[in-house]
């Protein structure tokens, strides 16, 4: 069983940051990707940013120039620091790994609350 574990979130201004960590465990044999979606009250889950195990990373059009996605293979854990934050930012975020323990599949973690308000 592979359980993924998020922090970070929280109430912050408009202009200001917060980092999130997810870090990941079990019997886990290897870690392809890794990433954070969002999702807002009345719409749908996105993608936010994801990375590989070699480090190449994808970010959402809304989040380039300002949020900054980062692993550590050592610790499976995958980090999202999050500048210039705007009030569209606030959703729930969640974490996601596709894990090999024997097979790859998907799995994500239950969610942390970003607000982004004055």
């Known amino acids: 069983q592979v359980q993924l574990v998020e922090s970070g979130g929280g109430l912050v201004q408009p202009g200001g940051s917060l980092r999130l960590s997810c870090a990941a465990s079990g019997s886990i044999f290897s870690i392809y990707a890794m990433g954070w979606y969002r999702q807002a009250p009345g719409k749908q889950r996105e993608l936010v940013a994801a990375?590989?195990?070699?480090?190449?990373?994808n970010y959402a059009d809304s989040v380039k120039g300002r949020f900054t996605i980062s692993r550590d293979n050592a610790k499976n854990t995958v980090y999202l620091q999050m500048n210039s934050l705007k009030p569209e930012d606030t959703a729930v975020y969640y974490c996601?790994?596709?894990?090999?323990?024997?097979?790859?599949?998907?799995?994500w973690g239950q969610g942390t609350q970003v607000t982004v308000s004055s």
């Open positions: 996601n790994a596709v894990v090999v323990t024997t097979l790859p599949d998907d799995y």
């Open positions: 990375i590989t195990s070699g480090g190449s990373t």
